[in-house]
């Protein structure tokens, strides 16, 4: 019993919380089959790693500010047909992150353009990659109200900053001559830098209008598309699938 509590003060003195808490089942485990000293050793060291990883994700998935988590592994793929799911699971690698490109997704609303990117935000955060999501309305509002206050370069970085941005809701709201401007210099500073997911209702032809500002949007997606995957979505709402299914509700197919 001595042994066995400096086992113990010697883990918590190390900073092994977890390991400290598992100790008494994972000895009694090692000691009904008969396990070796360093099978013992590497279920004890495993429980504890498990667990940090386990807060770490906790915490970079706070951190992200994502607005809810979804996984790709709950996205009906079979209701989306218009979807290339064999891309969508090739962008999980993550791959597109090392190379620095972007994801475009396209489609009406309803379709399921923020589901995959939150999916695949959670599997950039399973992997260690730091992530942060905004709505552009919420975005373009923070950069603006630093700009006012002379702080823009210092905010300018919480976006720069993460691996993957994700930028949602692109469209739904025009962009005054600020909001543009705020807009493309964002851009161009994580071009090349840093991978973008960004969702938008509307086709890049439709751009222009939404910048106010034809040569400032050709701009922008001059550098979003140089090295990007572009997924347009064609379909009817994804929330409304189980009405859509038991023929309570018709909705025309939209295109972007």
Do not use: C
Not at 175 to 184: E, V
């Amino acid at each position: 019993m001595i042994e066995f509590e400096k086992a113990r003060g010697h883990l918590e003195e190390l900073g092994l919380s977890n390991a400290v808490v598992y100790l008494d089942a994972l000895l009694e485990k090692a000691q009904r089959e008969n396990r070796t000293y360093i099978d013992f050793l590497n279920d004890l060291l495993e429980a504890e790693v498990a667990e940090r990883q386990k807060r770490n994700m906790e915490v970079r998935t706070k951190l992200a500010r994502l607005p809810y988590r979804k996984t790709l592994a709950e996205f009906d793929f079979s209701f989306q047909p218009s979807i290339d799911e064999k891309l969508v699971k090739e962008l999980a690698t993550m791959a597109f992150i090392y190379r620095t490109e972007n994801v475009i997704l396209l489609g009406p609303p309803g379709v399921g353009k923020t589901h995959l990117a939150i999916g695949l935000a959670i599997e950039a955060l399973s992997q260690g990659i730091s992530v942060y999501f905004s709505s552009l309305t919420r975005l373009i509002d923070d950069l603006r109200k630093a700009y006012d206050e002379n702080r823009l370069e210092k905010r300018m970085r919480i976006y720069i900053r993460p691996k993957l941005l994700i930028i949602d809701e692109v469209g739904y709201l025009p962009l005054d001559n600020k909001g543009a401007n705020l807009f493309f210099q964002l851009i161009s500073a994580r071009y090349e830098r840093g991978s973008i997911i960004l969702t938008s209702n509307k086709g890049f032809g439709e751009w222009g209008e939404l910048m106010g500002d034809p040569v400032l949007a050709s701009a922008v997606l001059d550098r979003l598309l140089h090295h990007a995957h572009t997924i347009n979505i064609r379909g009817n709402s994804y929330r409304l699938k189980d009405r859509l299914r038991t023929g309570f509700y018709a909705s025309p197919h939209s295109n972007v």
